[in-house]
């Protein structure tokens, strides 16, 4: 089913600082679930510009979910020592009790969703990846800061009202573009008020010093972390004015050192 109309400005109007992954039906499928599953399980989904809602046109979608299913089999969860883990254990308690919590409430009713493998190790704060198909996000009070990915249809005949909706907002921070039609990402890029932009690329990981870091609105603290103005920033700037006149024409006053 796709998303009843209206129901896009609802969902992202609700539900806070979203990063938003979005996809058209030009999008390579398989590059497209390669960086959804980067994006949203690396690091167990605990960053701040992890993925949280994949927006998806319609004709693909059936695919995607396919291809999406088949990867999350092969996650691994586990020490993230070990270089075959693929997703550690959440931060803690709390965290792991909240998104239980999320994901008992959010799968009921969903025409789709789909979990990774458990943990091999039961021991320790592990919560396996999940995916799941929403018509709607207004039931969603906070971001969900762990390794869910919420999936939501879309019409092409929807995108300028998916661009505003995202930009009523208020929050803008990371997004992802998936197409093949450059000219569609550079349109949705400059659409949208966000600080990062990949496009057909995962969208975490910012290199310092290549990819200056930061958002936009109320996602935007000042100058982005590992831009050209970031130093000044943390810098404290004194000014000081001297009146020369003031040495009495004795112009070796000025190279006496200080006593």
Same mark, same amino acid.
């Given at each position: 089913?796709?998303?009843?109309?209206?129901?896009?400005?609802?969902?992202?109007?609700?539900?806070?600082?979203?990063?938003?992954?979005?996809?058209?039906?030009?999008?390579?499928?398989?590059?497209?679930?390669?960086?959804?599953?980067?994006?949203?399980?690396?690091?167990?989904?605990?960053?701040?510009?992890?993925?949280?809602?994949?927006? /998806?046109?319609?004709?693909?979608?059936? &695919?995607? @979910?396919? !291809?999406? $299913?088949?990867?999350?089999?092969?996650?691994? %969860? #586990?020490?993230?020592?070990?270089?075959?883990?693929?997703?550690?254990?959440?931060?803690?308690?709390?965290?792991?009790?909240?998104?239980?919590?999320?994901?008992?409430?959010?799968?009921?009713?969903?025409?789709?969703?789909?979990?990774?493998?458990?943990?091999?190790?039961?021991?320790?704060?592990?919560?396996?990846?999940?995916?799941?198909?929403?018509?709607?996000?207004?039931?969603?009070?906070?971001?969900?800061?762990?390794? /869910?990915?919420?999936?939501?249809?879309? &019409?092409? @005949?929807? !995108?300028? $009202?998916?661009?505003?909706?995202?930009?009523? %907002? #208020?929050?803008?921070?990371?997004?992802?573009?998936?197409?093949?039609?450059?000219?569609?990402?550079?349109?949705?890029?400059?659409?949208?008020?966000?600080?990062?932009?990949?496009?057909?690329?995962?969208?975490?990981?910012?290199?310092?010093?290549?990819?200056?870091?930061?958002?936009?609105?109320?996602?935007?603290?000042?100058?982005?972390?590992?831009?050209?103005?970031?130093?000044?920033?943390?810098?404290?700037?004194?000014?000081?004015?001297?009146?020369?006149?003031?040495?009495?024409?004795?112009?070796?006053?000025?190279?006496?050192?200080?006593?």
């Amino acid at each position: 089913m796709a998303a009843r109309p209206g129901a896009i400005g609802t969902l992202v109007a609700e539900t806070g600082g979203l990063n938003v992954m979005l996809a058209d039906s030009s999008a390579l499928a398989e590059q497209l679930v390669l960086d959804v599953v980067q994006s949203g399980f690396n690091s167990a989904g605990q960053r701040c510009s992890a993925l949280r809602v994949l927006l /998806v046109q319609e004709e693909i979608a059936p &695919r995607v @979910r396919t !291809l999406l $299913a088949g990867a999350m089999d092969d996650l691994v %969860l #586990g020490d993230p020592a070990l270089l075959e883990t693929d997703v550690g254990p959440v931060i803690d308690d709390d965290a792991l009790a909240m998104l239980d919590a999320h994901a008992a409430q959010i799968v009921k009713g969903a025409s789709w969703s789909h979990r990774a493998p458990k943990a091999a190790n039961p021991k320790g704060r592990f919560f396996a990846p999940l995916a799941v198909e929403i018509e709607s996000l207004a039931s969603m009070q906070r971001e969900v800061f762990g390794p /869910v990915v919420h999936l939501l249809k879309y &019409r092409a @005949r929807d !995108l300028d $009202a998916v661009i505003a909706a995202v930009n009523a %907002l #208020g929050y803008g921070l990371t997004l992802g573009i998936h197409t093949r039609i450059d000219g569609l990402a550079q349109r949705i890029a400059r659409g949208l008020r966000v600080g990062n932009v990949y496009i057909n690329r995962n969208m975490i990981g910012a290199v310092v010093g290549v990819q200056p870091f930061g958002g936009m609105g109320l996602s935007g603290t000042g100058p982005k972390a590992g831009g050209p103005h970031y130093l000044h920033r943390l810098a404290t700037e004194q000014t000081i004015t001297t009146n020369t006149a003031a040495i009495g024409g004795n112009a070796g006053l000025l190279s006496l050192a200080a006593l």
